[in-house]
């Protein structure tokens, strides 16, 4: 086994680093407190790449592995989870769903904007009454022959109102229960489309987190992805990979955390020395250190597995909950190391910890995990 980075991997982290030093760092707690999208930052990341990493070139994307994504996903979500949401919905749900399993037509329409950061795409399953249980559709796709006539709402949808590219997935014959769902390419803008009220939230507050309503929305059966039925199969398969980005997600927000607790305890003084020498310090910082370092093994192993062409399911889903998992409990820890100080906005970590908890959330919650995991080790 290597553990090396290539040089390659090593130059897509550092452009990441100082792209997120550079343009991301300034302006972070005031679009966290105004609930600002990061619209100027998003277009640059289009244009350096980073929103179509995974996408093969003739597609207009980085043609990168795994690896290379979750670099840049730990270092961007270091100083803004916001950002880096958008990024992994592009990167994982949209651009590699439609090159995976949309024609070589909806690749051209839609695929070369999405990777190239010219559009942003928003992945659609979540509704009121199906979150977890995602068979349990109520938005419709009803056959119309040529066409489908939407009709439903989807919640909790990223880039919701910053897209421009929306896969919802849809129930078309609900006799069939799973095998009835389609997945289906919106446009915003098409008749009957509206984007409802944005989420007041309390981490990620930069991120545009909107309700959909869709009022007999006509969807030609060009947009549709796949085969009849095949939507769920697509929801599933997708989310896998998307798994692998929010785990580098969490990754970034716990390291991210722990580099600030680590600088602060070598600045500040109690009790007549630096933080960083008492023993119980150096013990919070060792063990978040060593949670970083376990979560970041089980990061890779997942993105090396789908890399390689091989199942990664189950290593999906046990880095998201370890991920996660560790988010929590490291920003809480880079809070308490931060005293006082660290309870006010002007030192990042109380954002941090406010962020890292929608990562045990959206992409399957940690009991969804558990659930994956554990059939994964049954099968």
């Known amino acids: 086994m290597n553990f090396q980075l290539s040089e390659e991997h090593l130059s897509v982290q550092q452009a990441a680093r100082d792209f997120a030093q550079n343009e991301l760092l300034p302006g972070v707690i005031d679009r966290d407190t105004e609930q600002k999208f990061p619209v100027d930052q998003v277009k640059k990341m289009g244009e350096l790449g980073f929103l179509g990493m995974m996408t093969d070139p003739k597609y207009s994307g980085g043609g990168m592995d795994t690896i290379s994504y979750v670099l840049a996903m730990e270092e961007i979500s270091k100083i803004d989870a916001s950002a880096s949401v958008c990024m992994s919905v592009n990167n994982s749900l949209v651009c590699w769903g439609l090159e995976k399993f949309g024609t070589e037509e909806q690749k051209e329409k839609y695929l070369k904007p999405l990777a190239a950061g010219k559009l942003i795409g928003a992945f659609c399953l979540s509704e009121p009454e199906a979150g977890s249980d995602a068979t349990s559709q109520r938005t419709t796709a009803e056959d119309k022959g040529d066409h489908y006539l939407l009709n439903g709402t989807k919640n909790w949808i990223t880039n919701g109102n910053s897209a421009s590219v929306y896969i919802v997935i849809a129930q078309t014959d609900a006799a069939k229960r799973h095998k009835g769902i389609n997945a289906l390419i919106v446009e915003k803008g098409m008749p009957g489309f509206v984007v409802g009220k944005k989420e007041d939230k309390m981490g990620i507050r930069g991120s545009d987190t909107h309700s959909l309503m869709f009022t007999d929305v006509k969807i030609p059966k060009a947009n549709r992805i796949g085969e009849d039925g095949f939507g769920f199969t697509f929801a599933m398969t997708t989310l896998n990979g998307g798994r692998i980005g929010i785990a580098a997600q969490a ?129």
């Open 251 to 379: 990754l970034g927000i716990a390291s991210g955390a722990y580099e600030l607790a680590l600088k602060y305890s070598k600045e500040r003084k109690a009790f007549g020395k630096h933080l960083a020498e008492h023993q119980a310090i150096q013990f919070k910082l060792a063990e978040m250190a060593t949670k970083i370092d376990a979560a970041r093994l089980l990061v890779w192993q997942a993105a090396y597995l789908k890399d390689q062409g091989k199942d990664f399911v189950k290593a999906a889903a046990q880095a998201k909950l370890f991920a996660s998992q560790i988010a929590q409990e490291v920003t809480t820890e880079a809070v308490q190391i931060h005293g006082g100080y660290g309870y006010v906005k002007e030192f990042h970590v109380e954002r941090l910890m406010r962020d890292a908890k929608i990562t045990q959330i959206y992409e399957g919650t940690t009991e969804i995990q558990k659930l994956v995991i554990s059939r994964e080790l049954l099968r």
